[in-house]
């Protein structure tokens, strides 16, 4: 294995500079001539031709005659939004992207070193920036991540649930497809308020809206009490131990001694091997194997059980002890 070629920071650098200036979609609208396109993205003409011309050489583009470009299968993946989000360095993939040269202070220390480029917390970050924000939000939902998966065991199936509670859930794609596929079901969404006020379309286009609540909160605050679940999806993965037990203990506290919680992802295999992700760099989240999980929810009074779904992703069911 070439070890400058792993190392080789040119070819990302380059997709996220083409993401950002929109060279794919100028493409893909008939600009082909590196003049015209440098003219359309505002930017320098030689530059971008150095540009085109590596990404030619990694298959990215297609040049069919000198100073000419095509795009290919690779390139034309640039057209789709949720691509585009994570790519583009004026955007909330530039936050991405910049956090990777991070990584020195986070190994030493163990702590994020975000605020060390941006000034703040990431959290604190998406605050102060609503348009980042938002991107994230994007990011996470459909247009990123695609439609989640609303079908998972849980123990006795589905028909003694009337309630559940998307603890975290974004802009409320999970819990639509959730109450749609159930529907004897109430929901309630919670997450921040700048998140859950974009939900509306969301539920009004499962045809679930009239069987959601809405919340916007923290969830290091009292949950809604009494639920029969609450579920965190994509949640505990992007927090380190002391904040993944709070966010425990407050759904521990609202399901009480009869409801239950439910954990999906970020639970990874005894053995396997944990590739380092962006939320850690971003906010030192953590993929645990279910007995370091099993471990932390005993910490918020949780006694767990381990399930796999269809998918083969492993589930954790939470009952207080």
């Known amino acids: 294995m070439d070890l400058w070629a792993l190392s080789d920071l040119c070819t990302p650098w380059c997709i996220h500079t083409v993401a950002t200036l929109r060279i794919a979609e100028h493409i893909d609208s008939g600009t082909h001539d590196i003049a015209q396109l440098a003219a359309a993205a505002q930017c320098d003409a030689y530059v971008l031709g150095r540009i085109l011309?590596?990404?030619?050489?990694?298959?990215?583009?297609?040049?069919?005659?000198?100073?000419?470009?095509t795009l290919n299968d690779t390139s034309r993946q640039l057209?789709?939004?949720?691509?585009?989000?994570?790519?583009?360095l004026e955007g909330f993939g530039g936050?991405?992207?910049?956090?990777?040269?991070?990584?020195?202070?986070?190994?030493?220390?163990?702590?994020?070193?975000?605020?060390?480029?941006?000034?703040?917390?990431?959290?604190?970050?998406?605050?102060?920036?609503?348009?980042?924000g938002a991107q994230f939000d994007a990011l996470m939902g459909p247009a990123g991540h695609g439609q989640p998966n609303p079908s998972f065991p849980i123990t006795g199936g589905w028909d003694g649930i009337q309630t559940i509670a998307d603890v975290g859930g974004g802009t409320g794609?999970?819990?639509a497809g959730i109450l749609k596929l159930h529907p004897h079901l109430k929901g309630t969404l919670v997450d921040q308020p700048r998140t859950v006020a974009l939900s509306g379309p969301v539920f009004t286009e499962a045809d679930v809206a009239d069987r959601v609540t809405i919340v916007g909160q923290s969830f290091f605050d009292p949950l809604p009490a009494g639920l029969d679940l609450y579920l965190l999806k994509g949640i505990l993965n992007d927090w380190p131990d002391r904040e993944a037990i709070a966010i425990l203990k407050r759904?521990?506290?609202?399901?009480?001694?009869k409801g239950r919680v439910i954990v999906l992802g970020g639970i990874v295999p005894e053995g396997n091997l944990r590739p380092l992700m962006i939320e850690m760099i971003l906010v030192g989240g953590k993929h645990r194997t279910p007995t370091e999980f099993s471990a932390l929810a005993a910490q918020a009074g949780l006694e767990t059980i381990i399930h796999e779904t269809g998918s083969g992703a492993l589930l954790a069911e939470?009952?207080?002890h």
């Not at 990777?100 to 959290?123: C, E, H, K, N, Q």
Request: charged content about 25%; glycine content about 6%.
């Open 79 to 88: 057209l789709d939004a949720g691509t585009r989000i994570g790519l583009d």
């Open 318 to 320: 939470c009952h207080r």
């Open 173 to 175: 794609a999970m819990l």
């Open 53 to 69: 011309d590596h990404l030619v050489t990694k298959e990215v583009f297609d040049q069919p005659s000198p100073n000419h470009y």
């Open 251 to 257: 759904c521990a506290q609202a399901a009480g001694t």
């Open 95 to 132: 936050r991405m992207a910049h956090s990777w040269s991070t990584m020195l202070a986070y190994v030493r220390t163990g702590v994020p070193a975000y605020d060390d480029i941006f000034g703040r917390p990431f959290w604190d970050d998406l605050d102060e920036h609503p348009e980042i």
